[in-house]
């Protein structure tokens, strides 16, 4: 898992930083540079996991589907956080002039290999412990 983290940070101008955090708000695995103003990856993770959680509640104004990603902006930077399934997030962190839509594109693909790899990690702890799918999301 850090390994595409790592690739997400050193391939991509302007990346940051990035994590992974279960939907219950904890580290699971993390390249954010401790020198980052008011940045630690277990803070970084709680709020992630909030941040999907509350856009999943806004969007349910409109529909039933989760939120797939949740992109701020500021004058300074953007961070992105992208679900991964019903069990994680990943999220992005960049500077002011990252190309935010290649972040997402690499982004999402990084989320299926992630995805895959807590498949296969839930497969061979307990065979039937990965989580129902959401909804109109087919997970193979």
Known sequence: MRYLLDQLVEGIPGVVG?????????????????????????????????????????????????????????????????????VAALTVLTDATTDVEHVKVMSRMVTDGIEQLLRNAASVAAPHAWPDPVPGIELT
């Open 18 to 86: 990035a994590l992974v955090a279960s939907v219950d708000g904890f580290a699971l695995a993390s390249n954010v540079p401790v020198d980052l103003p008011s940045t630690d990856a277990a803070g970084l993770a709680a709020m992630s996991a909030a941040a999907l959680g509350v856009s999943n509640r806004l969007v349910g104004a409109v529909g039933r589907e989760p939120a797939g990603e949740v992109s701020l902006r500021s004058p300074s930077g953007h961070v992105v956080v992208c679900r991964i399934a019903n």
